[in-house]
Each structure stands twice: as C-alpha cells, then as structure tokens.
C-alpha cells in the first residue's frame, strides 16, 4: 500500500529532488488565477524535478483533512516551488522522489 512506503515530510520543510527525474505523471499545479502563465509553469516543474539549483521548493500546509489523507494515500506532497525572479507555483510530487534541503 502507498501508504506505508511514502514517507512524512512536515509542512514549512525546504525540498528538492534527490535525482533529477523527468515531471510525473501524477505532478499537477494548482490554479493561481492567472498569476502565471502557463509556459513559465511548465519551465518552473521541469526545473524542480531536473534538479535545478536555481528553484527552491517548500512543503506546503494543507487545511484539509481530508485532502491531506487523500494525498499521503497516493505518496503525494504539496510542494509550492519558486524561482530568483519571484515566479511561484504549488505543484504535487511524489514524497519519494523529494528530500530535505
């Protein structure tokens, strides 16, 4: 079971890619309301997961429970990544394939 092999990373925790991978499958952003285009959302998720050093990534809160257990389930994290230029997104990764930064 998913479960039991995702491992817990506490919300506020600094993450990055342990190896760079191409973008899963499972990997989706959230909707920002047209903050970012969706070129630059692409560019930001393929960067975090290539490993770039440039994008740092940070474990997000999420206030549902009910979301929150729907997601461990999966092995899943919210993630909300960012760039030097000040571009952010809140994507979903897979909690395997992050660690601590």
Request: charge should be positive; charged fraction near 25%; aromatic fraction near 4%.
């Amino acid at each position: 079971m998913a479960m039991q092999t995702a491992k817990f990373i506490s919300a506020g925790t600094r993450v990055k890619v342990t190896k760079p991978i191409s973008v899963p499958q499972a990997s989706t952003w959230d909707n920002d309301g047209g903050r970012c285009s969706t070129p630059v959302k692409k560019r930001l998720q393929q960067l975090f997961f290539k490993g770039d050093k440039r994008i740092s990534g940070e474990v997000v809160y999420i206030g549902s429970e009910d979301v929150r257990t729907r997601l461990r389930a999966k092995g899943l994290l919210k993630v909300m990544i960012r760039d030097a230029a000040g571009s952010m997104i809140t994507i979903t990764a897979p909690a395997e394939s992050l660690t601590t930064a």
